[in-house]
């Protein structure tokens, strides 16, 4: 009788311990964190450092340093496995008469380029949400080279680990429902004119756009956050999706617990940074928008904002935030609600 009674607490002790492991691994298994801990501080600093190096020279719209990057961005495109969002190229030319800017007296030497990548969607491939961030900065002057390691390096690296990590996704069975767009903007520090010219020639239709999520300075801590490493602004995100504003949030709540600043979203901000990224080129045409933002710092249009000052931890994990977002929005049954007038 022992001896039966002995065996019978035994086994249920071992099945015990296999619900236990059944339910914690349940627990622990989330394919979004899967995908997005990919994102990474030796890759963020790979790409940083070479998007704000000598060989770029700044990055100015239609020289020599721009058309580095724009080839730097497509051959990583390329290698993650994220598409042409044409079957010939993932340059958009826009012509010299698309970048002049009268009001600013500035004309290009060059064409230049919008670099745009692509992933179809699984199951509502006509739906696209798009990623964006502006890879250009302001160049050489006087013999300097401006870096613009944070303009915009910072948000270039991060569309560039989030493409990758969407990419790996779909890889293994995982793809986003919706499609996803992967958009680098040129001409954005001569008056947004990367973003003007594709909301005028959008490569697909405009109203297939369900939101876009723009990166423009994520990677230092600005001078309102002194000593704060874990905060991000987010600017636009309730103007015209309620729905938006709340994945966000909710996103942020589950899995990165940044402090949210919507300082700059207020509708009096003298800033008026809601106006002054690529975003703002979307939200006039009535799509939902987030603009990830750090502020402006003693670096801001300088050739002093150097690769070496990003907060590499601090740009991951702000990074994983869009990511996260990205993933909600493109994975959920309904398209996002346009419920703001």
């Given amino acids: 009788m022992k001896k039966i009674t002995f065996l019978f607490v035994v086994t249920l002790f071992l099945i015990s311990c296999k619900s236990k492991k059944e339910v914690v691994k349940k627990k622990t298994v989330d394919t979004a964190t899967i995908y997005a801990n990919t994102i990474t501080t030796d ?13 770029f020279e700044g990055r100015a719209t239609g020289e020599i340093g721009q058309k580095y990057a ?16 044409s079957n010939d190229s993932y ?16 004309t290009p030497k060059n064409p230049s380029e919008n670099v ?28 300097k080279i401006y870096y613009g390691a944070d303009d915009n390096a910072s948000g270039t690296t991060a569309v560039l680990e989030i493409s990758q990590a969407f990419a790996k996704a779909k890889k293994e069975g995982h793809g986003p429902k919706r499609s996803i767009m992967f958009i680098n903007f040129t001409g954005e520090e001569r008056g947004l004119l990367g973003s003007k ?24 801590i600005g001078k309102e956050h002194p000593n704060d490493e874990n905060y991000v602004y987010v600017i636009g995100a309730d103007r015209l999706s309620t729905e938006l504003h709340n994945i966000n949030e909710k996103a942020n709540e589950k899995y990165t617990k940044m402090d949210l600043d919507y300082t700059y979203n ?39 904002d150097t690769p070496d000052k990003i907060n590499l931890e601090l740009l ?4 994983k ?7 909600e929005i493109a994975n959920r049954e309904e398209r996002l609600i346009v419920d703001v007038e």
């Fill in 116 to 143: 745009i990548a692509y992933i179809e969607g699984t199951e509502k491939p006509d739906e696209v949400l798009v990623i964006s961030s502006h890879y250009d900065h302001m160049g050489i002057k006087d013999d």
């Fill in 197 to 220: 010219y594709f909301a005028s020639n959008p490569v697909v239709p405009m109203e297939n756009i369900v939101a876009n999520l723009n990166i423009d300075m994520i990677g230092r």
């Fill in 43 to 55: 890759d963020v600093e790979d790409y940083v450092f070479t998007l704000a190096s000598d060989k």
């Fill in 266 to 304: 207020e509708d009096d901000d003298p800033n008026r940074f809601y106006f002054r990224s690529d975003h703002y080129n979307f939200a006039k045409n009535r799509i939902p928008i987030i603009f990830y933002f750090n502020g402006v710092h003693a670096d801001y249009h300088k050739p002093t």
């Fill in 321 to 327: 935030l869009v990511f996260y977002t990205a993933w």
């Fill in 91 to 106: 340059y958009q030319t826009i012509p010299i008469s698309a970048l002049t800017n009268k009001k600013r007296g500035y």
């Fill in 70 to 85: 724009a080839k730097y961005l497509a051959n990583k495109y390329s290698n993650f496995g994220v598409k042409k969002y």
């Fill in 316 to 319: 991951v994990k702000r990074a």
